[in-house]
């Protein structure tokens, strides 16, 4: 009787027969667009920008919008970055 195979096994076999199918640049590509969206797009984002330079602070941010404090922490970081990024 064979051997059962694992969940390792299996997503194992699945990642190979993915490599096998696909070039390297397909997955890199995909890999690019995966992941959860984000919680603030578009006019939450621009809300939280005039909500911040009307001085609230990060916690009333979060209770306004209905997020995480800490995903209002990551987009205030990641909308500094992307200034930082255009001004160089």
Same mark, same amino acid.
């Given at each position: ?5 694992? #969940? %390792? ?29 984000? /919680?603030?797009?578009? /006019? ?11 001085? /609230? ?5 979060? /209770? ?5 404090? %800490?995903? #209002? ?16």
């Amino acid at each position: 009787m064979a051997k059962e195979l694992t #969940v %390792r096994e299996m997503a194992r076999m699945g990642g190979i027969a993915r490599a096998k199918a696909h070039s390297k640049t397909e997955i890199r590509a995909w890999s690019k667009l995966g992941g959860r969206p984000h /919680k603030l797009t578009g /006019k939450s984002l621009e809300h939280l920008q005039e909500m911040l330079a009307a001085g /609230k602070t990060h916690s009333e941010i979060s /209770k306004r919008l209905a997020v995480s404090l %800490r995903t #209002v922490g990551r987009a205030v970081s990641r909308t500094e970055a992307e200034n930082v990024a255009k001004t160089l």
